[in-house]
């Protein structure tokens, strides 16, 4: 019998609500199997912070790191100061953890109410650089609070980091049936980190011929996201860019409730972590209103990483039977209005049958 041995991080607002619902649904699918999950629960979050000072201890971070994968709901909360957490916690761990290559995937399913008018066949994956970028912390700011106050954020982009997630985002394109890559940057204005970014894809392209390189500007790819969405296969750009434009993917097919990531360490030095693309929603937090499948569909991503691809492949077949069902409900007029736990049960049940 196989351990997965899980570091769980539930967070703040409904991350404890999604990651119930995640557990569950990974819980189901190894069910009758040789693989058991052992969780281990860390206590990370507003509440921590407000009761210790605390976001992240380096004995938390060693504790972590024996784990073989991550799973975390959500980190934020208006009563901590924007940025703490999120600095102090969240990007920490990726930044701890090297979790250069931050996936992605987004994939409409039809019927399903989205704002766009003719969304037509959306299936594509974002390979969001994860380590570097405008997410360093690197910068200052001088005369604070004075009229003359001067505020930087610098862009760090290093050939060995633009390298290692170009070349992931190239193995991907080069595993899908459209084999096409689009890069996102904004090097007409932005000619240092863009052009290391443009020059570094030209030179990994020459060792995968079968890949076909598409570049876009940032601007521009904001609007093709809404005018053409079908046009992407895989995108791969730096983290801001990434960020931002994986939030505008998440809108079109269907919303942030829905929409999945994973932070991979691909060299496998350290555990990986998955969590929906959401945030903690403190607006609606305990009212089990919380869309799980986002989570859900991270877990899909965990398995696929933990080589459990079977039961990657059945979390996501029973996904794609929940989506019909909110398809046919949305056809008949019915709102969507099933509790964060319902959804999580439904799936499970899914998933036990298949
Ligand atoms: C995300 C989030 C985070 C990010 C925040 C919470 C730091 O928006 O995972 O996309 O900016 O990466
Ligand atoms: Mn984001």
Redesign the pocket.
Same mark, same amino acid.
């Given at each position: 019998t196989r351990t997965i041995d899980l570091a769980v991080i539930p967070g703040d607002g409904i991350g404890p609500e999604v990651v119930a619902e995640g557990l569950k649904v990974l819980e189901a699918v190894l069910e009758g199997n040789d693989v058991q999950v052992a969780t281990t629960q860390y206590d990370l979050g507003a509440a921590r912070w407000h009761r210790t000072g605390e976001t992240l201890t380096d004995e938390d971070l060693e504790s972590i790191k024996q784990h073989e994968a991550i799973l975390l709901g959500a980190?934020?909360d208006p009563s901590v100061p924007s940025g703490v957490l999120? #600095?102090g916690l969240?990007?920490k761990l #990726?930044f701890a953890l090297d979790h250069y290559v $931050?996936l992605r995937p987004n994939k409409y399913y039809p019927g399903v109410p989205t704002p766009l008018a003719n969304p037509g066949d959306i299936d594509f994956l974002v390979v969001r650089e994860g380590t570097e970028g405008l997410?360093c912390g690197n910068g200052g700011v001088v005369r604070e609070g004075t009229p003359h106050e001067i505020a930087t954020e610098v862009s760090v982009n290093t050939a060995y980091g633009v390298e290692r997630v170009v070349r992931y985002a190239f193995e991907k394109a080069n595993a899908r049936p459209r084999k096409k890559l689009t890069y996102v940057h904004k090097h007409n204005v932005l000619v240092n980190a863009g052009h290391l970014w443009r020059r570094t894809v030209e030179a990994v392209s020459a060792e995968y011929p079968e890949v076909s390189v598409d570049y876009l500007h940032v601007d521009a790819a904001t609007i093709f996201l809404v005018t053409d969405p079908g046009r992407f296969d895989v995108m791969v750009t730096d $983290?801001?860019f990434g /960020?931002i434009l994986? /939030?505008e993917a998440g809108a079109i097919t269907g919303g942030v409730g829905l929409a999945a990531?994973g932070n991979i360490n691909p060299d496998r030095v350290y555990p990986s972590m998955f969590?929906p693309?959401h945030?903690s929603a403190p607006d609606i937090a305990g009212k089990q209103l919380a869309d799980p499948i986002a989570t859900i569909a991270s877990v899909v991503l965990l398995l696929d990483h933990l080589g459990l691809g079977a039961e990657a492949r059945r979390v996501e077949a029973a996904i794609d039977q929940d989506m019909a069902a909110r398809a046919a409900a949305a056809a008949e007029g019915a709102p969507f209005a099933r509790s964060t736990g319902e959804v999580g049960d439904a799936v499970a049940a899914i998933v036990r049958q298949g």
């Open positions: 980190v934020g999120e #600095r969240l990007l #990726r $931050n997410y $983290n801001l /960020d994986t /939030d990531s969590e693309i945030g």
